[in-house]
């Protein structure tokens, strides 16, 4: 049994509960651990008659870096695969709990942070903070959430954005669509409280058969998209450039 505890701190605002990601030794990426305690409080708060809005930050003045690369590196290929799948399994919760969730983003949301950031429901981004995709500089396609990234700003925008030519500003991300608002850095969790203040006020009921209704007409191919995608990931793991990547990472990992 993995050991979750501390993992994704727990704070409540009312009718708002805050989940922070609490690995920011790690520049808040992802192991097995976050993901499985940020599927549990999801679930957990979707049922909890009490919660009427649920926000999602990270500490230390970042959101998310993406999946931990020395967590990752590892793994075998098979685990590896199945890792990203549930990471794209537990995002996809995002949209489906009937409970609308924000996403508060300080400081930086990279890799699969980007992706986890918005497949929230709403978006609220510092205007200064950095935004970027580099999976394919890396050596390998983004393995989970496209979907979510399509449906924000189009097939041509979201393949272009993996190809990671550029880094964006939270300012940037708001002008394409990619994210709902932002703030000055240091007032996001403000304005996402804000927010969420406001979404848990609305009649739940109706609140979440919005969101339902909308699930089902963005999201009914997601699952599939996750899965073609994530089998791209693994053949990509095992060309030179991805071999690499991964390798410096095991040479970090085995140093420390």
């Given at each position: 049994?993995?050991?979750?505890?501390?993992?994704?701190?727990?704070?409540?605002?009312?009718?708002?509960?805050?989940?922070?990601?609490?690995?920011?030794?790690?520049?808040?990426?992802?192991?097995?651990?976050?993901?499985?305690?940020?599927?549990?409080?999801?679930?957990?708060?979707?049922?909890?008659?009490?919660?009427?809005?649920?926000?999602?930050?990270?500490?230390?003045?970042?959101?998310?870096?993406?999946?931990?690369?020395?967590?990752?590196?590892?793994?075998?290929?098979?685990?590896?695969?199945?890792?990203?799948?549930?990471?794209?399994?537990?995002?996809?919760?995002?949209?489906?709990?009937?409970?609308?969730?924000?996403?508060?983003?300080?400081?930086?949301?990279?890799?699969?942070?980007?992706?986890?950031?918005?497949?929230?429901?709403?978006?609220?981004?510092?205007?200064?903070?950095?935004?970027?995709?580099?999976?394919?500089?890396?050596?390998?396609?983004?393995?989970?959430?496209?979907?979510?990234?399509?449906?924000?700003?189009?097939?041509?925008?979201?393949?272009?954005?993996?190809?990671?030519?550029?880094?964006?500003?939270?300012?940037?991300?708001?002008?394409?669509?990619?994210?709902?608002?932002?703030?000055?850095?240091?007032?996001?969790?403000?304005?996402?409280?804000?927010?969420?203040?406001?979404?848990?006020?609305?009649?739940?009921?109706?609140?979440?058969?919005?969101?339902?209704?909308?699930?089902?007409?963005?999201?009914?191919?997601?699952?599939?998209?996750?899965?073609e995608a994530n089998h791209f990931f693994v053949e990509n793991c095992a060309h030179p450039d991805a071999t690499s990547t991964l390798n410096k990472h095991r040479t970090r990992q085995n140093a420390d």
């Amino acid at each position: 049994m993995l050991d979750t505890q501390n993992v994704v701190g727990v704070t409540v605002y009312g009718a708002v509960t805050v989940l922070t990601i609490q690995r920011g030794f790690r520049r808040n990426a992802m192991d097995q651990a976050l993901i499985d305690e940020l599927k549990a409080q999801l679930l957990k708060l979707d049922r909890d008659p009490s919660v009427g809005a649920i926000v999602l930050q990270g500490e230390n003045n970042g959101f998310c870096s993406g999946s931990d690369l020395k967590f990752i590196s590892q793994l075998s290929l098979e685990d590896m695969a199945r890792f990203e799948r549930e990471t794209g399994d537990m995002a996809r919760l995002f949209a489906f709990v009937k409970k609308p969730v924000i996403a508060a983003v300080e400081g930086f949301a990279i890799g699969g942070g980007f992706i986890l950031a918005i497949s929230c429901d709403v978006v609220v981004a510092a205007e200064k903070s950095r935004w970027s995709l580099p999976e394919v500089p890396h050596g390998w396609l983004t393995p989970w959430g496209l979907n979510a990234l399509i449906e924000r700003v189009g097939r041509v925008r979201a393949r272009n954005l993996c190809f990671c030519l550029d880094e964006l500003s939270g300012k940037d991300m708001l002008g394409m669509g990619a994210t709902d608002y932002t703030a000055p850095d240091g007032q996001v969790l403000d304005k996402a409280l804000e927010l969420a203040t406001r979404l848990a006020a609305l009649p739940r009921a109706a609140v979440a058969s919005t969101k339902r209704f909308f699930a089902n007409q963005m999201m009914p191919h997601a699952e599939v998209m996750d899965f073609e995608a994530n089998h791209f990931f693994v053949e990509n793991c095992a060309h030179p450039d991805a071999t690499s990547t991964l390798n410096k990472h095991r040479t970090r990992q085995n140093a420390d």
